[in-house]
């Protein structure tokens, strides 16, 4: 599997805490109406059997498939286990199953985990439910069903962008995208995406390790997920919107040309390993709405001279910013900046 797969469990650990409790007015039908990010946490490290499936569940008794164990040729993955609604498949649950053919997902499953069904190749098929939000990078890659996607833009579930098989070195994403799913996931040919205000999330490896230099974030956008941006070793400058209010796990890890980053005034969270190795980093901003930088956000981070802060001094000093980002400690702080984007 590519090499931003990480092993279930250390995903799992991960997302412990999987997605940010958000809001965010989105037009629809002429009304203005709040798009929410569910915010679960595991319960425990329980680890239950029903059938043919294996899973765990979060602290709202919703379930996560963790593996799958069976050999049919036509899975319908059930709506519910042991009474507890199915939301999720975790990373890797299905792949390498050479057997399956055909998959019916529930119609309340919501995100479907890196690799989770990697290299199952005789799939040729599979009824995405209406409510996907969230497909990791290499969830299809060697099954016969990512070969039928051929689309320029491949939209499935909660109008998620799954796939961009276009040529175009300029994007401009359809204005039907909510989530931008793993789309660009290592292509070597787009330089330019522009997203409109239809997308609130930008999903788990949408870009990694792809050749893009400029992107233009929706100004809905509450979420930037885990690994959106991993390996994006061409992109220069990124301007974050002020409705983000997450950026996750590894989201700008190892962007190692990127000199200018502007946080939004929304932001809350920026979590462990951000911005880890974005080595020309030279200065940010830090919005007063910042309640927590995760440990090793900044790592390798040398560049950073410069940190810009909306907040006045003891602001800052009651975010308790550990030692493991030290680069932002050792920075020359402007305190109650006013900044524009």
């Given amino acids: 599997m590519k090499k931003f797969f990480v092993i279930k469990l250390i995903s799992l650990l991960l997302i412990a805490v999987f997605t940010l409790g958000a809001t965010v007015s989105c037009s629809k ?49 059930p709506n519910e286990l ?3 609604t199915v939301v999720e498949i975790a990373p890797a649950a299905f792949q390498y199953n050479r057997v399956i053919q055909t998959v019916t997902l529930g119609d309340d499953l919501e995100v479907i ?27 299809f890659d060697d099954t016969a069903y990512n070969e039928t996607l051929t689309d320029e833009f491949v939209i499935v579930g909660d109008s998620l ?8 070195t ?33 999903g788990s490896g949408a870009f990694v390790f792809s050749s893009v230099r400029r992107v233009t974030i929706g100004n809905n956008v509450v979420l930037i997920d885990m690994y959106a941006f991993q390996g994006c070793d061409k992109l ?28 939004g005034k929304g932001v809350e969270t920026i979590s462990d390993y951000a911005f880890y190795q974005c080595s020309q980093l030279n200065y940010i901003n830090l919005p007063k709405t910042l309640k927590t930088i995760g440990d090793f956000a900044f790592k390798d981070c040398y560049k950073l001279l410069y940190v810009y802060y909306e907040g006045s001094e003891a602001d800052y000093e009651a975010l308790g910013i550990t030692g493991t980002n030290y680069v932002i400690s050792d920075a020359k702080k402007f305190y109650n900046y006013n900044y524009e984007g």
């Fill in 170 to 202: 300029n994007v401009t994403i359809p204005d039907t995208v909510k989530h931008i799913g793993p789309a660009f996931n290592s292509n070597q040919t787009v330089v330019d995406v522009t997203m409109g205000d239809s997308v609130v999330t930008v």
């Fill in 82 to 84: 042991d009474g507890h």
């Fill in 236 to 263: 220069r400058y990124v301007n974050i919107p002020d409705s983000v209010k997450r950026i996750s796990y590894y989201a700008f890890y190892g962007c190692t040309s990127l000199k200018s980053l502007y946080l």
């Fill in 113 to 139: 985990g890196e690799g989770a069904f990697y290299s199952c190749r005789s799939l040729k098929s599979i009824k995405i439910g209406p409510k996907v939000r969230s497909i990791g990078p290499g969830t």
């Fill in 161 to 168: 962008l799954l796939k961009y098989c276009g040529t175009d």
């Fill in 29 to 77: 039908s002429g009304k203005n109406e709040p798009y929410v990010v569910p915010e679960r946490v595991n319960s425990d490290s329980t680890i239950y059997t029903s059938g043919l499936y294996e899973y765990y569940l979060y602290e709202d008794n919703t379930a996560v498939i963790y593996a799958y164990k069976g050999e049919e040729l036509d899975v319908k993955v």
